[in-house]
């Protein structure tokens, strides 16, 4: 473009007009050699000195050529004006060069009419407008480029956030069900240790007393039938623990029942095996627990109950559940034989465990001759997004 421009300038000069001629082709090897400049670097600092050195030869056509030349090195100003628009967003250097536009304008406009005594308004004002076009077509094309930049990399950011988080899902996923397997599994140790250490205390008892029972009834038949009994007694108590322990691991198994009815269904078959009157009362939304709490709530409630029969003889028991939305009190309570000093074993220790696993707090109190209570508190956590985290 600008040796086209240039070029034109060759019919409005005479053939021995050696100094206009030199002007246009020294003009025309520093324009090729200021673009190939900025062709291979593209340096900022740079890039200005080579606009600067566009507009001063610019500059120069029409202080050269005001008469002949006309108003054709606006031309010039207005592709310049395009550029610098285009490539420079600092403001500083943008007005400097508006200001350096206005100003040569205006003194080349002067100089014409000092020659010519012709403003021609219309036709500067045009040709200006012209330049201001060209501004604001470069400020447009490079707000579009930056737009373009900006979504290409908000793009390249998107996409890696997605795999990010598509990768976190997936871990999230492997965690839970490693959790849920690392649960299950010591749910069965749990149970296999209370099998092993009640059924098959009671089976070694049962083949003792069955031994006995075989001696005693070549002796005397009623002593031996009595030791019979007793092993009839040990069979029904065995029988029991087995039961319940199954029924626990095809619960685990299944996870059909919800929270409350595989609770009211856990204590109704208790009652019906054991003869142990159980009631459950229910305050709040059950709906607040979650599901690895309302596991913990039913493990613990089911502890309680076996060690209220094993332990305490009690044919009554009692649980309620207060549920807010902060936290979850459970209290239980049963009629058993009761204790002064509480000693916790095997089962109240793993329920203390299983309770302050979630950052609650558990307390034992036995009266003898009043029975056992358990109170239980447990904090419900509360899972809060901010909209910064999600910008960040």
């Known amino acids: 473009m600008f040796l086209l421009l240039s070029s034109s300038y ?13 002007y246009i082709i020294i003009a025309m090897v ?28 610019s500059a120069g056509f029409g202080l050269i ?30 007005f400097a060069f508006s200001i350096c536009f206005i100003v040569s304008w205006l003194i080349i406009s002067f100089e014409k009419y000092t020659l010519t ?13 012209f330049v201001v ?49 690392l649960t299950a599994i010591q749910e069965r140790n749990r ?22 029972a075989k001696e005693l009834m070549k002796i005397d038949v009623k002593k031996g039938v009595e030791v019979i009994e007793v092993c009839e007694k040990l069979t029904r108590k065995s029988l029991e623990e087995i039961r ?14 919800s929270f409350i009815p595989s609770l009211r269904e856990m204590l109704s078959d208790f009652s ?57 009190m459970v209290e239980i309570f049963d009629n058993g034989q009761g204790t002064k000093n509480v000693v916790p074993g095997f089962g109240l220790l793993n329920m203390k465990e299983r309770i302050e696993e979630h950052g609650g707090e558990i307390h034992f109190e036995g009266k003898v001759g009043e029975g056992f209570y358990i109170n239980i508190s447990i904090p419900l956590k509360q899972v809060q997004w901010s909209s910064m985290e999600v910008r960040g």
């Open 10 to 22: 060759f019919p409005l000069t005479a053939e021995d007009d050696t100094y206009r001629r030199a």
């Open 191 to 212: 149970i296999a240790r209370e099998i092993h250490d009640t059924v098959g205390h009671n089976i070694t008892a049962l083949l003792v007393q069955i031994q006995l």
């Open 117 to 129: 005594k012709d403003l021609s308004i219309g036709n500067n004002l045009i040709s200006f407008s």
């Open 272 to 328: 019906a095996v054991s003869g142990l009157e159980t009631t459950l009362d229910i305050i709040g939304d059950p709906k607040l627990i979650n599901t690895s709490l309302q596991h913990t709530v039913k493990r613990v409630i089911q502890e309680s109950l076996t060690n209220a029969k094993r332990h305490g003889l009690a044919t009554i028991y009692k649980v309620s559940l207060h549920i807010s939305e902060h936290r979850v």
């Open 133 to 181: 076009y060209g501004a604001i077509v470069g400020s447009l094309i490079r707000n579009l480029l930056r737009a373009r930049e900006t979504i290409s990399t908000q793009y390249v950011q998107l996409t890696a956030s997605h795999k990010a988080l598509s990768q976190a899902h997936q871990q999230l996923s492997d965690y839970s069900k490693q959790v849920e397997d």
């Open 30 to 57: 520093i324009f090729f050699v200021n673009h190939f400049i900025q062709f291979l670097k593209e340096k900022l600092p740079l890039r200005i000195v080579c606009i600067s050195i566009d507009f001063l030869l």
């Open 244 to 257: 319940l322990s199954v029924r626990t691991l095809r619960e685990e198994d299944s996870g059909q029942l």
């Open 65 to 94: 050529f005001p008469k002949d030349g006309g108003l054709l090195y606006l031309i010039f100003f207005g592709v310049i004006s395009t550029t610098i628009f285009l490539v420079i967003d600092n403001k500083r250097i943008l």
